[in-house]
């Protein structure tokens, strides 16, 4: 007996569920506009089947993995957009008073540079008594220490690629 495919509304429904879950267990707050949140994922979505990948809705995507990783959902700026301005550049991910509705977001200014001129990260050399090279997260900061990055980030669930050598 063939499986049958859900529909697309249950795709959309359960990618926001996924979308909300994977946040508040990391400690984000996603937008508390439901209609807002859907036309995100709706946006995601669109992307991860245009590019291959989930690149914010809100920016204008290469078309290239490497070119657009710095715009993966969750991407690079989402924290220092938070820290200043209380959301992300396209107000999905919010502070914890957007989420309980006692502020409203407000615009964010575009942090992106052009991919060519992104700065590249310092590579710091470790004490000679580290045994492994250190990793770090771009999108989150989180630092393991281990022969390879981790497949995916344990904090924002970031992909392998997102991760830089910090120390080695």
Known sequence: MSQQLPEPAEDL????LRLRSEAEASGYHLNPDNAFVKMLAEGLLANRQRYGYQSCPCRLAEGNR???????CPCDYRDADINEFGSCYCALYVDSQIAKGEKKPQPVPERRHAPKTLPKAKTAQA????AYPVWRCRVCGYLCGRDEAPDQCPICKADKERFELFMQ
Not at 13 to 16: D, E, H, T, Y
Not at 127 to 130: C, G, K
């Open 127 to 130: 004490p000679a008594s580290l």
């Open 66 to 72: 490497k070119a657009d990783l710095d715009i993966i």
């Open 13 to 16: 429904a359960l990618f926001q």
